[in-house]
């Protein structure tokens, strides 16, 4: 990680059900799943028997260097790709979990956070559960396992235990379950091929590996895929539906389609609406860039509606080490500079519509900012896709505490100031409603609206 202050997703994850390249189609798909995590991967199999892992720590890539996948055999697996911010980064926590008892054994991979983590491992220890991990996501495993009736019940019972944001898979020998929780925080997709199943975090990833996306999977609904086919049920009839806007904003990739709509399609929204204001308010510029890549799909829609030229005004170097986490100021400064440059010939003398998608401690805006300025840009006016982040997020982004965002302590002009913008506007979350819909999105960490009770983390809200 270049950035000190970037936003983190905890993970994505994939499963394959009744293919005979199980593992290599996962395999496959973590790749496009990887900018949803990077400290960890790996993958469980099942060739009805019983069940294989290799997982560890980096990218899929360097997980699977040899011939790892040769030893995963079966038609089913699952697969995960982690950041490690719950539990932090050690081999212990890295999915899927593994776990064997008198239910058999079975393997879970977690994308989510779950709020009321403490409480249930507390409970869970005192009646003599021993964690071998510090992963919110063990909590699952435990709470499966002490489920009675069918494997279905089990998950069920769990699933009305655990409170927050959790969209996982689970493998036993003969079959692949998917959740996704009660407000659809994280998504989560089914997709068809060759006669078996997949299942992603994100269509971009069913796509990749050419299946066809069959359906989401809704808030509060628990797939089964067997030998018997595929059947379905609610775990809840307490379901709303409240996928992530940061999802939109900034994690997915651009090629996915997320609860029915497509993540560039969205971004681009956001930057038509930008332009509209500034329209309307006689802004002057020259050029809009982009601040790549999260930010581009944003830039094409603003340069449109603004008839201006939407320009490569920032070049972003992909082969900066993502573990270049650099201690002092004048080592952080360097680490943006390797990761992004400023296009001198297209920026000098322009006044530019910086377009970006959030901003968290206002460092990396301000180093951006700088680098236009001493590539010779007249003015940098600084337009973010997304409402001031105002409230720290509890359901599996690593935002940053309340304390350290710096939009819930300053206004924007104040925080122009600051960076050095020559104005700065953000989208406003009426905005948000008009791109994603009314009440269709969690917006908890512009307007503190969360969607559950927050359990250990109420104090660190009301007191920050
Ligand atoms: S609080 Fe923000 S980052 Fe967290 S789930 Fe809600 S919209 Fe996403």
Same mark, same amino acid.
């Given at each position: 990680m270049v950035w000190d202050d970037e936003l983190h997703e905890e993970c994505g994850v994939f499963g394959v059900f009744h293919h005979a390249q199980a593992a290599m189609h996962t395999y496959f798909a973590l790749h496009a799943l990887q900018h949803r995590g990077q400290e960890g991967a790996g993958i469980a199999t099942s060739d009805g028997v019983k069940l294989y892992c290799h997982k560890g720590r980096g990218l899929a890539a360097e997980v699977f260097r040899g011939r790892e996948l040769d030893r995963l055999p079966g038609e089913n697996s699952i697969g995960h790709v982690r950041y490690s911010?719950?539990?932090?980064?050690?081999?212990?926590?890295?999915?899927?979990l593994m776990a064997r008892s008198q239910i058999g054994s079975i393997a879970a991979a977690h994308n989510g956070q779950i709020v009321n983590a403490n409480v249930l491992r507390q409970r869970l220890e005192e009646q003599g559960s021993i964690f *071998?991990?510090?992963? #919110?996501?063990e909590i699952i495993l435990h709470l499966i396992q002490r489920g009675k009736g069918s494997m279905m019940d089990k998950i069920a019972a769990a699933c009305r235990q655990m409170e927050g944001a959790f969209a996982f898979l689970v493998l036993t020998e003969h079959s692949m379950y998917a959740v996704r929780d009660r407000h659809g925080l994280r998504p989560l997709s089914i997709g068809v091929f060759d006669g078996g199943y997949c299942v992603s975090s994100e269509t971009c990833a069913i796509e990749a590996i050419q299946a066809q996306w069959q359906r989401d999977i809704l808030p509060g609904e628990i797939v089964k895929f067997s030998e018997q086919g595929v059947q379905s049920c609610f775990y809840t009839a307490e379901r709303t539906h409240h996928l992530c806007a940061m999802e939109y904003i900034? *994690?997915?990739?651009? #090629?996915s389609t997320l609860d029915g709509i497509n993540v560039h399609t969205a971004r681009r929204k956001s930057g038509v609406l930008m332009a509209q204001k500034d329209l309307s308010a006689g802004l002057a510029a020259d050029i809009v860039v982009g601040v790549p890549d999260s930010s581009l799909s944003a830039a094409a829609g603003y340069a449109e509606v603004a008839h201006l030229p939407n320009e490569m005004g920032l070049i972003k170097n992909?082969?900066?080490?993502?573990?270049?986490?650099?201690?002092t100021q004048e080592q952080r400064d360097l680490a943006v500079r390797m990761k992004l440059s400023a296009n001198r010939d297209v920026v000098c003398g322009k006044r530019i519509v910086l377009i970006d998608d959030s901003v968290v401690r206002g460092t990396t805006s301000q180093r951006i900012i700088r680098l236009l300025k001493e590539a010779g840009a007249r003015e940098v006016h600084l337009r973010i896709a997304?409402?001031?982040?105002w409230w720290p997020c509890?359901?599996?982004?690593?935002?940053?505490?309340r304390k350290e965002l710096i939009s819930a302590h300053m206004d924007p002009d104040a925080l122009a100031e600051k960076i050095g913008a020559d104005s700065l506007r953000f989208l406003g979350v009426a905005d948000m409603e008009q791109i994603y819909?009314?009440?269709?999105?969690?917006y908890a960490c512009f307007d503190?609206?969360?969607?559950t009770s927050l359990y250990d983390h109420e104090e660190e809200v009301r007191t920050t």
């Open positions: 911010t719950a539990g932090g980064d050690v081999p212990e926590n890295v999915q899927p *071998f991990s510090s992963s #919110d996501s900034y *994690f997915a990739r651009p #090629d992909r082969y900066v080490g993502r573990t270049f986490i650099e201690p997304s409402p001031p982040l509890f359901y599996g982004i690593d935002i940053a505490t819909g009314r009440d269709r999105c969690c503190g609206n969360y969607l």
